[in-house]
């Protein structure tokens, strides 16, 4: 069996950082695109910031410049480090990742439990 475990996220005050980690485990033969997605109460999930497996990244528009995803191949983790943090960060951070369990074998996708932001103001 395939666990994305998150961690990291907390209470804030508007301008302050947290990092939030998640890591990988169980069955995995290769990952692809690892990403954060988070969902306010009665709001979609809204993609956050994705990265490949060869680093490229992608950040939506509401955090360039505040946030950055960075990934441990070795350890199978993503990171989202949030600076800069406003009331409108708050939200449930979700963990992604597209895994194949065995060489050859389709990707699929996996989730986090998810992991709550609260900021402030």
């Known amino acids: 069996q395939v666990q994305l475990v998150e961690s990291g996220g907390g209470l804030v005050q508007a301008g302050g950082s947290l990092r939030l980690s998640c890591a990988a485990s169980?069955?995995?033969?290769?990952?692809?695109?690892m990403g954060w997605y988070r969902q306010c109460p009665g709001k979609q999930r809204e993609l956050v910031a994705t990265?490949?497996?060869?680093?490229?990244?992608n950040l939506a528009d509401s955090v360039k410049g505040r946030f950055t995803i960075s990934r441990d191949n070795a350890k199978n983790t993503v990171y989202l480090q949030m600076n800069s943090l406003k009331p409108e960060d708050t939200a449930v951070y979700y963990c992604?990742?597209?895994?194949?369990?065995?060489?050859?074998?389709?990707?699929?996708?996996?989730w986090g439990q998810g992991t709550q932001v609260t900021v402030s103001s």
């Open positions: 990265i490949t497996s060869g680093r490229r990244t």
């Open positions: 169980g069955s995995i033969a290769r990952i692809n695109a």
């Open positions: 992604n990742a597209e895994i194949q369990k065995l060489l050859g074998a389709r990707f699929y996708d996996y």
